[in-house]
């Protein structure tokens, strides 16, 4: 403590040196602080600012935060203290709220001062504001489709002191406005921002219009499907769009993707590095060496920004921390690829006489079908950094006696055999047991190779992708099919159909809007869009019903945009015990329903738009609230 002492007061003493009275000391520039003028006169100064605003971009469904990009019955939670999320009847109505002015008004505030600046030379000057404008119209987007129609703000507001901050307060604009000023000012955008498919994480022309794209497909979708949901609406139009905006919306997002597939905006295409299709899939997501496909992400640098996304969700078996396996993809969503020849069917696990199926290999039962399955999902028995999944959850004598353990890897005596047999896989599924694969499945997108990642001292630093390639096909696609162009649309999807192995193409008759929501919930999982989908096709309160759904329903309806949803299940890989039989060690499947999904979720008309926080209304009263609310 004396040491501690003696340093502080050595510190106090050299810093008044130099200093002829208290005044001159006190009023010394902070060295810790810049001025506006030294800020905006130095241009790295000004870059870091734009960083800054660069690293608050707010997204829904990240892989810095795992259960939102795994929501809404895509996958259960294997974790003790999410269960709760299973065991009710839905969600909030503050799902996805923001509500950020303070945000936008930085971004004012740094276009203002950066267009006074003389320190830029114009190209420059141009570059760094075309970005900012690229951020905040980003956030309008994030606003809209959340909110409905927010106030625009684009010019710093001062308040004065007086007393009276009414002269500040903004009216919502109408939905409609908020998705023209955001295709207006992208069209804008688009002509000042460089086409560098090479540049990921900063604004480009690519970039701008995959924004462009995905905002008038939204626009178009409300429009189009918000006339079935009439109590979705505000009579001043801050929540609903005129159904006669939909044509338009949606010829605008034909044309903004069209201009990123024809190279307008430079050369994006489809990866394809890999000869294993799965492999291939996977590896869009975390390779950055000259990724095609990407076209706006939120990378991570390790010691510098990473995250935890592969520690919280690799296999438990093996794992670097002894832990992960919290999202477990719903047996729904598995059986809802395709086989390669296009068609979909349930897993077999029943032959047509009921009989269980047994396979030589737990994996055997997932086998041709659409590549992104295991691109997007580890099955039981796949593999991770090399090793292999234990993904079984007991064994099953001739007699149907099943012998299952209550702890991960537990040995029991099994009969017909010598000693202590293991009787269930270190990874589960064991049911309530956290980090397990509870519905039989673990996540493979998103998840990194690299020794170390699923360390909490190392972590990861896989990208995130925000827009790219293949989503730009499918708006194109959507927007197409609902213009009448079903073999433009085809055209589209069998892209994307053909990258994920699937041999026989969709003709034009064959797309429907089923098809169009089949390809974006399996090629889009887990990348914190199908919230926003549900939204747009006002499809939410249909497939999540309240009702509970059987298990003859699970295997029911598979491609249909109307499917239950309302829990998820799984299917649970048994070891056949016949000791002598030639059958002995093979492998048979049961569906099941995981114990804590006690609940059926209901999608209420108040989800289709988050709610304005109550301060917010208050604040302003000029403000409407959303429906339903």
């Not at 504001?129 to 710093?156: C, D, H, I, N, Q």
């Not at 974006?520 to 999540?544: K, N, Q, S």
């Amino acid at each position: 403590m004396k040491k501690f002492t003696y340093i502080l007061l050595l510190t106090a003493a050299l810093a008044f040196t130099g200093c002829d009275s208290d005044e001159e000391f006190l009023d010394r520039p902070p060295a810790e602080v810049l001025t506006e003028e030294q800020l905006f006169s130095d241009q790295a100064a000004i870059l870091s600012v734009l960083g800054d605003l660069y690293d608050r971009y707010y997204d829904f469904g990240t892989v810095q935060d795992w259960s939102t990009l795994a929501n809404f019955n895509v996958s259960f939670w294997s974790e003790n203290g999410r269960y709760g999320e299973f065991q009710n009847d839905g969600w909030p109505n503050n799902l996805g709220s923001t509500w950020d002015y303070g945000y936008i008004r930085e971004i004012n505030l740094f276009l203002e001062r950066a267009e006074a600046s003389t320190t830029l030379d114009d190209q420059t000057k141009a570059r760094f504001t075309a970005e900012a404008r690229f951020l905040r119209v980003s956030y309008y987007f994030e606003l809209v489709k959340r909110m409905g129609g927010v106030p625009l703000v684009l010019e710093t507001l001062e308040y004065d002191f007086s007393g009276d901050a009414s002269y500040l307060q903004r009216p919502r604009e109408t939905e409609a406005a908020v998705y023209d000023f955001i295709i207006t000012e992208s069209n804008a955008l688009a002509d000042i921002l460089p086409s560098d498919p090479t540049t990921k994480s900063r604004a480009t022309r690519g970039a701008v219009l995959a924004l462009q794209t995905r905002a008038a497909i939204y626009a178009a979708s409300i429009a189009k499907y918000g006339a079935t949901t009439p109590l979705v609406s505000l009579p001043g139009g801050e929540v609903g769009i005129p159904a006669s905006r939909a044509e338009g919306y949606y010829q605008q997002a034909l044309t903004s993707a069209q201009s990123i597939i024809d190279g307008t905006a430079g050369e994006y295409s489809l990866y394809q590095k890999k000869p294993d299709l799965s492999d291939n899939f996977a590896s869009i997501f975390y390779d950055k060496s000259a990724n095609p496909e990407a076209i706006f992400v939120e990378d991570f640098l390790l010691a510098n920004k990473a995250h935890y996304f592969t520690g919280a969700n690799q296999p438990r078996f093996g794992a670097e921390e002894e832990e992960g396996g919290r999202i477990n993809p719903s047996l729904q969503f598995v059986q809802s690829f395709e086989l390669l020849n296009g068609t979909y069917a349930p897993l077999p696990v029943e032959d047509a006489s009921g009989d269980k199926i047994l396979y030589e290999a737990r994996d055997s039962l997932f086998n041709g079908r659409d590549a992104r399955l295991q691109g997007t999902v580890m099955v039981p028995g796949s593999s991770f950094k090399g090793l292999e999944n234990d993904i079984w959850a007991g064994v099953q004598l001739a007699d149907g006696t099943i012998i299952s353990g209550e702890v991960r890897g537990q040995q029991k005596e099994v009969p017909g055999t010598t000693g202590q047999q293991q009787v269930v896989g270190f990874d589960g599924p064991i049911n309530g047991v956290e980090h397990t694969a509870q519905t039989g499945f673990y996540i493979r997108k998103y998840q990194d190779p690299k020794i170390g990642s699923g360390r909490r001292g190392t972590q990861s630093d896989v990208w995130f992708i925000r827009y790219r390639f293949a989503e730009v096909l499918l708006n194109a696609a959507e927007a197409a099919f609902e213009l009448g162009q079903p073999e433009l649309a085809a055209g589209y999807l069998n892209q994307v159909r053909e990258r994920a192995g699937i041999t026989v193409p969709l003709t034009a008759a064959e797309v429907d809007f089923d098809r169009i929501v089949h390809e974006r919930y399996v090629e889009l999982a887990f990348e914190g869009l199908y919230f926003f989908d549900l939204r747009r096709w006002r499809l939410g309160h249909i497939i999540f019903d309240g009702v509970e759904i059987t298990e003859d329903q699970v295997t029911q309806n598979i491609g249909s945009a109307t499917k239950r949803q309302t829990q998820p299940w799984g299917v649970w890989p048994y070891k056949y015990i016949e000791p002598g039989s030639p059958d002995d060690g093979k492998w048979i499947f049961e569906i099941v329903k995981p114990d804590r999904v006690t609940g059926a979720d209901r999608f209420r008309f108040g989800n289709y738009y988050s709610e304005i926080a109550q301060d917010i209304l208050t604040n302003n009263p000029l403000l409407v609230r959303n429906p339903n609310q």
